[in-house]
């Protein structure tokens, strides 16, 4: 027995590693997908359109406030547009933080969604939704 053998079963394969740390995400997504594939097909939709307002709406705020940074810097002097840009980048990165929380809090729900879409479509030549 070699020493990658004795590593392997210690700590397992590359596989079995990956498997494990998407394990939990799986898990979640299949609790929520009973739920998702009782959704009509404008439900599932407008439960999509749903989820991409939700996300919009947790940095709406931030994002107000760039604009109103970027309207301002027009009239600003030169020397002071620097200050104005780094309170600007700090703005996005928060922007990303939430954005990243917000899309890990949905991850679940999305997959259920793209997987039941998925679904749909293989079994459907076409798919009937009313027009919005």
Do not use: H
Not at 81 to 103: C, T, Y
């Amino acid at each position: 027995m070699g020493l990658n053998d004795v590593l392997s079963k210690l700590f397992g394969n590359k596989a079995q590693r990956d498997l494990r740390e998407i394990d939990p995400y799986v898990k979640q997504v299949l609790a929520v997908y009973p739920q998702i594939e009782k959704l009509s097909n404008d439900e599932l939709r407008a439960r999509s359109q749903d989820i991409m307002q939700q996300i919009q709406d947790t940095v709406a705020t931030e994002n107000n406030q760039i604009a109103e940074l970027r309207a301002s810097a027009e009239s600003m002097a030169l020397e002071d547009r620097e200050k104005l840009w780094a309170e600007v980048d700090k703005i996005e990165k928060e922007i990303l933080e939430k954005q990243e929380r917000k899309l890990d809090e949905v991850l679940p729900e999305v997959f259920a969604i793209m997987k039941d879409t998925a679904r749909r479509l293989k079994e459907n030549a076409e798919i009937p939704v009313t027009a919005t």
